[in-house]
């Protein structure tokens, strides 16, 4: 069973960056896709950032300029570099891997890892 683990996470003032981890283990299918979610109270996750297995990424547009993903392959770990940030990036955040990335969603097999908090303050 795939496991993901977030890192990374807690408080900060607007303005400021902040960098997530995520650590990805044991995943049996090849994953052609990984992502950051984001979920606001009451709200559904949506998805911030997709990176695709040949390095393809998109991005939200409340997010394009200020965050970036990027992955190191080899040690299986995903990056949200997150910059400029604002209160209303106030959120959990969650890695997915998936066997496929449909625009910044996810398809096929896939898994999420547990959230991490990320508080931005005013």
């Known amino acids: 069973e795939a496991q993901l683990w977030e890192f990374g996470g807690g408080s900060v003032q607007a303005g400021g960056s902040m960098r997530l981890s995520c650590q990805v283990r044991?995943?049996?299918?090849?994953?052609?896709?990984v992502a950051w979610f984001r979920q606001y109270p009451g709200k559904e996750r949506e998805g911030v950032a997709v990176?695709?297995?040949?390095?393809?990424?998109r991005y939200a547009e409340s997010v394009k300029g200020r965050f970036t993903i990027s992955s190191d392959n080899a040690k299986k770990i995903l990056y949200l570099q997150m910059d400029s940030l604002k209160t209303e990036d106030t959120a959990k955040y969650f890695c997915?891997?998936?066997?496929?990335?449909?625009?910044?969603?996810?398809?096929?097999?896939?898994?999420w890892g547990r959230g991490t908090q990320v508080s931005v303050s005013s």
């Open positions: 044991d995943f049996g299918s090849s994953f052609a896709c």
């Open positions: 990176i695709e297995s040949g390095g393809a990424t």
């Open positions: 997915a891997a998936a066997t496929g990335c449909s625009g910044l969603g996810l398809r096929g097999l896939r898994a």
